[in-house]
């Protein structure tokens, strides 16, 4: 089966570094991404990860293990405009010749100041 | 920076009507997948297609759903007879090729409410 967990909600401060914690099991592995989402727009794009180890795009970096089946995100210097889901997708490959992503319920971060 | 694109971004319609949703993807994209979202719940896969065909489908996209690229931009989901239970936001997303690290480009979504 498939199952992807993140927790629900957290809470950080302007300014200060979050560590949003994503663990998987799937079928088939071939990437894991994270994407942003703020309420009532469309998920975008945020990073990938295929092999194990850091990843660093500016104030954003993620992290893999895929023999432990997990991956965080890493936000630092936190600005309010962060304040928005953050949702965690694995690439499964085992099933057809299709890209989709399967995707966690997502984590709601709030950014207060 | 090229974009996908949706219309309606809002659509509301009768239980039991017939409702197209439409989707411009980016376009030297060769890969094309509907998904929905229900109001706080996640992101769910309903159907992939490439070479003008569906590569994959969902348990969720049953006889109701069907889709279709008509010409060489646009890319739509019908919903023959809709539910109640169909009233979600539906993204449209594009990926440039098969390669694994290619993202989906999602577009902004049809709010499809159905009374």
């Known amino acids: 089966g498939q199952n992807i967990d993140q927790p629900t909600e957290m809470t950080a401060t302007e300014g200060a570094i979050v560590q949003i914690n994503c663990t998987y099991q799937?079928?088939?592995?071939?990437?894991l991404f994270w994407y942003q989402q703020h309420a009532g727009e469309a998920p975008t794009f945020l990073s990938y990860?295929?092999?194990?180890g850091l990843e660093e795009k500016g104030r954003f970096s993620s992290f893999l293990s895929r023999s432990k089946g997990y991956s965080y995100l890493l936000l630092k210097e936190l600005q309010m405009k962060d304040s928005a889901s953050y949702l965690c997708?694995?690439?499964?490959?085992?099933?057809?010749?299709?890209?989709?992503?399967?995707f966690g319920t997502g984590t709601l971060l709030a950014v207060q100041p | 920076e090229p974009e996908v694109t949706q219309t309606p971004s809002h659509q509301v319609t009768q239980m039991g009507q017939e409702v197209i949703l439409r989707c411009v993807p980016i376009?030297?994209?060769?890969?094309f997948y509907w998904y929905r979202q229900i109001l706080g719940q996640k992101v769910e896969f309903l159907v992939s297609?490439?070479?003008?065909?569906?590569?994959?489908k969902s348990e969720i996209f049953d006889d109701q759903f069907s889709v279709e690229r008509p010409d060489g931009s646009n890319f739509t989901l019908k919903i023959r007879s809709t539910k109640l239970e169909d009233s979600a936001m539906y993204f449209c997303a594009s990926s440039e090729a098969r390669g694994d690290s290619s993202p989906l480009h999602f577009g902004n979504g049809t709010r499809l409410t159905v009374t």
């Open positions: 297609f490439y070479n003008n065909e569906i590569s994959e």
């Open positions: 997708a694995v690439r499964d490959h085992l099933r057809g010749a299709t890209n989709k992503l399967i």
């Open positions: 799937t079928s088939g592995f071939n990437g």
């Open positions: 376009s030297n994209h060769l890969y």
């Open positions: 990860n295929v092999l194990d």
